[in-house]
């Protein structure tokens, strides 16, 4: 979208910032922010110390390993379930989907499962397929369902984190959940409400897995942690470049180079909505009519994300009451706490349904946020976790649909849905166990493999 006439200005006074209203959109000029290298900024240099901590706690040298189950019937913890058919079905439908469309190669990549060697065509395409037949099959239950899955499959227990971290001890795995938030008011123009603007992918946005700087692959390291930047800029030229910082690109740095595609009330409902990385908005059109749209994840600017809690810390500033109140009473504080000393940005695009990685539809309640270093997507896993029951635990199907910044190693986030409902039932942090179900006699031996529980 074009900028158009500039026709008022107001001075941010914390920064000395001219804020422009264009038609209601509000833009912030280059060249006066503040200053923000850490030797002259100490709530930046207390965030860059966050980032280093951070990167050191999420960044485990070693993947997290598997052993095989011996006898899963008897060995799998299924004596009490807690799960609904439709939904695996469901989730399994969509992996299916998903690994059909992969390449040749992409199928032939294999992960090693204990001490086989096993290829993404068995652990993603042809576990989900035989796993959706047993759940298809006449006057299924999901009770049924799992035991049969259970003896008709190859089971791999994961071996958890490698030592005690807090609450969660050697072996287990830390569990969380996530969700979709209620769609949030917005508007597909500018106004004097709806001001702040959210931004479509840019051409070219690429993702590098794993980047090794040192040979010239990607664009760079983070100038702070040292780590390889994951997104960057295909300049079609066999060259890459680094993205700007939400700051430069709310002072124009992709003016023409990426779409604008909402206006939300104010920066914290931005901030918001990044947070989720993806949700729906209720869109007012230019005739007065709403459209409920749907905004998945399309991909970052690579750069580190600042949360508002630790910028708040940083600071030595506690907010009573609702934070959306306050930066609405505060815009100068809002632009200072969630672009000023947060670089990271979050580009979308328009979807039919709630998307994990490599676009796929997500699930709620059967799909799961892994490591995929730990965990690769499309694995058909059985979660076992702490509940009120019998059992004192509960165990599930659910399939490996999507990746995390933070989840690393030994860490499974569920997605419980959207709305309100699904906000409680993410309220959740425990720990339990993962095990992984590939196709019977997939894969090829790896020699010299000792693969055992840890201890």
Not at 38 to 50: E, M, N, R
Not at 142 to 152: G, I, K, L, Q, S
Not at 256 to 269: C, H, P, T, V
Not at 399 to 426: C, L, M, N
């Amino acid at each position: 979208m074009l900028m158009k006439k500039i026709v008022a200005a107001v001075l941010l006074s914390v920064f000395g910032l001219a804020v422009f209203p264009l038609s209601g959109e509000v833009a912030y000029p280059a060249g006066r922010a503040a200053p923000a290298a850490s030797g002259h900024d100490p709530v930046q240099h207390c965030l860059d110390l966050v980032q280093l901590n951070l990167a050191r706690k999420i960044a485990p040298a070693l993947r997290v390993t598997s052993h095989p189950v011996q006898s899963p019937p008897k060995d799998l913890p299924i004596q009490c379930l807690a799960g609904d058919l439709n939904e695996i079905k469901s989730a399994l439908k969509n992996q299916i989907a998903n690994c059909e469309r992969k390449s040749a190669e992409e199928k032939a990549q294999t992960f090693q499962f204990g001490c086989r060697m096993v290829k993404n065509e068995d652990y993603c395409l042809n576990a989900s397929t035989e796993m959706l037949t047993i759940a298809s099959l006449p006057n299924m239950d999901y009770t049924t369902f799992v035991n049969r899955a259970a003896r008709e499959f190859d089971w791999y227990k994961s071996n958890g984190s490698q030592g005690n971290e807090g609450n969660y001890k050697a072996g287990t795995t830390r569990f969380t959940a996530y969700y979709s938030p209620t769609a949030i008011e917005a508007s597909a123009d500018p106004s004097d409400v709806y001001r702040y603007p959210i931004y479509a992918a840019p051409e070219g946005l690429t993702y590098f897995e794993n980047p090794k700087p040192e040979l010239g692959q990607g664009c760079g390291v983070d100038a702070v942690t040292k780590l390889p930047i994951h997104w960057c800029i295909d300049n079609k030229n066999g060259t890459y470049s680094a993205l700007p910082t939400r700051e430069q690109i709310a002072q124009g740095a992709l003016d023409g180079k990426s779409r604008r595609i909402a206006y939300f009330r104010s920066l914290y409902d931005v901030s918001s909505f990044m947070l989720e990385g993806a949700g729906s908005v209720n869109l007012r059109q230019k005739d007065g009519s709403v459209e409920n749209v749907l905004l998945n994840f399309a991909g970052t600017n690579g750069r580190p994300n600042n949360m508002i809690g630790d910028v708040l810390k940083c600071e030595n500033k506690k907010i009573e009451g609702s934070f959306a109140a306050y930066y609405a009473r505060h815009p100068d504080e809002a632009y200072r706490d969630t672009v000023h000393y947060n670089p990271s940005t979050v580009f979308y695009h328009r979807g039919v349904s709630y998307e994990g990685v490599d676009h796929i539809p997500i699930t709620p309640n059967a799909s799961i946020a892994t490591d995929p270093t730990s965990i690769p997507t499309g694995t058909v896993t059985l979660l076992n976790v702490p509940a009120t029951s019998a059992c004192g635990t509960t165990s599930s199907i659910a399939v490996a649909q999507d990746i995390g910044g933070r989840i690393k190693g030994a860490h499974i986030d569920r997605y419980t849905g959207a709305g309100p409902g699904a906000g409680t039932r993410a309220n959740f942090n425990n720990f339990g166990f993962v095990f992984m179900g590939v196709p019977k006699g997939a894969g090829s031996p790896v020699h010299d493999c000792v693969s055992k529980p840890a201890n």
